[in-house]
């Protein structure tokens, strides 16, 4: 169908934003679908008294949110890409509730910064206990980003010590050989002191989810308007 300028910068917006949050979701879902099931790591789902640590619940919000991405995702390609007004409109839907959702969560994460902070904390020391006790390749991958992207090294810091030493970034400077920040206590005291950052990035995500949002109603407005005009040309001519 004939589509006007804004309705082509729109089509071409939508697909490449869902060319994205498809990666995005895959890599979710590939990531909690293996610290699920890996051998190394399933156990733990068995034991009942470990189902509400934090380690459980990430992995299980990584899972849920890659599928829901993923679905978010069919129905807006499809939709773009072969102009289905249906598709869509299923796709405005949950991308308008993915949106609120997510400024809410950014919202009440800055309000209760020291708490997840702490949750963030606690999180990194599962992580670092599992691969201590079981060498996951999915963990030391994980622990590897964490060090690299905050500088720091174990729940100690000392790399003497240290049983995940093998994935702690280089040392920089004399000191750094003998002692590197401590990532749990890192964590927790970078969330508070960067609260403001997340919660920026928060909402900037939302409102590139809400940019989504604007773009499918301008596809859909433009749809409309290209099967009304058909319409009366059928209707002239019969």
């Known amino acids: 169908m004939a589509l006007d300028g804004c309705g ?17 979701g895959m890599a979710f879902l590939s990531l909690g679908l293996w610290l699920r099931f890996s051998e190394n790591t399933r156990p733990i789902f068995n034991i009942e008294e470990l189902n509400s640590s934090t380690f459980v619940i990430a992995v299980t919000v990584l899972i849920v949110l890659g599928t829901i991405m993923l679905i978010v995702v069919a129905f807006g390609d499809y939709g773009a890409c ?20 997510e400024i809410c969560v950014g919202v009440l994460a800055y309000s209760n910064r020291d708490k ?3 949750r963030l904390g606690e999180l990194y020391t599962n ?5 201590a006790a079981t060498g996951d390749a999915a ?6 980003f964490i060090h690299n992207w905050l500088h720091c090294c174990g729940v100690t810091g000392i790399k003497l010590i240290e ?8 040392p920089q400077g004399f000191l750094e050989h003998i002692a590197m920040p401590s990532c749990a206590v890192t964590i927790m005291g970078i969330f508070e002191s960067k609260a403001f950052v997340m919660l920026c990035i928060f909402v900037g995500t939302g409102a590139l989810l809400i940019t989504a949002l604007i773009c ?14 058909i319409n009366s040309y059928y209707s002239a001519v019969y």
């Open 127 to 131: 992580i670092y206990t599992i691969y």
């Open 8 to 24: 082509l910068v729109c089509k071409f917006f939508l697909v490449l934003f869902n060319v994205i949050f498809a990666l995005v």
């Open 163 to 170: 049983t995940v030493k093998d994935t702690c970034p280089s």
């Open 139 to 144: 963990l030391a991958v994980t622990l590897m």
């Open 82 to 101: 072969s102009e289905k007004r249906g598709a869509l409109l299923v796709f405005s839907c949950l991308v308008a509730l993915l949106a609120g959702a």
């Open 116 to 118: 997840v902070g702490l």
């Open 216 to 229: 499918s109603i301008v596809l859909l407005q433009q749809l409309k308007k290209v099967n009304q005009a």
